[in-house]
C-alpha cells in the first residue's frame, strides 16, 4: 500500500464520520502518529498513521480548503 502524502494544513475526509457527524478534519502534525482536529466540533486526537491512512477518503484539493 503506497503511502498517503500528508502535510500540516491538509485537509482530509474520512470514510466514518466522527461522533459529531462531521467527515472533514485538518491535519495538524505528521509524524508515525497523526494529530488532526475535527472541523465539525474541534476535538484533537492523534492517530496512528497506518490506521489514519486506511480511513481517508480523499485529501481535498486545494480549491475546496476554502
Known amino acids: 500500500m503506497p503511502i ?7 485537509r ?5 464520520p466522527h461522533p ?3 467527515h472533514v478534519f485538518l491535519v495538524l502534525r505528521i509524524g508515525s502518529d497523526v ?3 475535527c ?4 476535538r ?3 492517530v496512528d498513521r497506518v490506521k489514519l ?3 481517508i477518503k480523499k ?3 486545494l480549491d475546496e480548503q476554502g
Open 44 to 46: 484533537d486526537m492523534t
Open 53 to 55: 491512512e486506511k480511513s
Open 39 to 42: 472541523e465539525g466540533c474541534k
Open 12 to 16: 482530509i475526509q474520512l470514510k466514518k
Open 4 to 10: 498517503i502524502p500528508l502535510r500540516p494544513n491538509d
Open 20 to 22: 459529531c457527524g462531521n
Open 59 to 61: 485529501v481535498l484539493p
Open 35 to 37: 494529530r488532526i482536529v
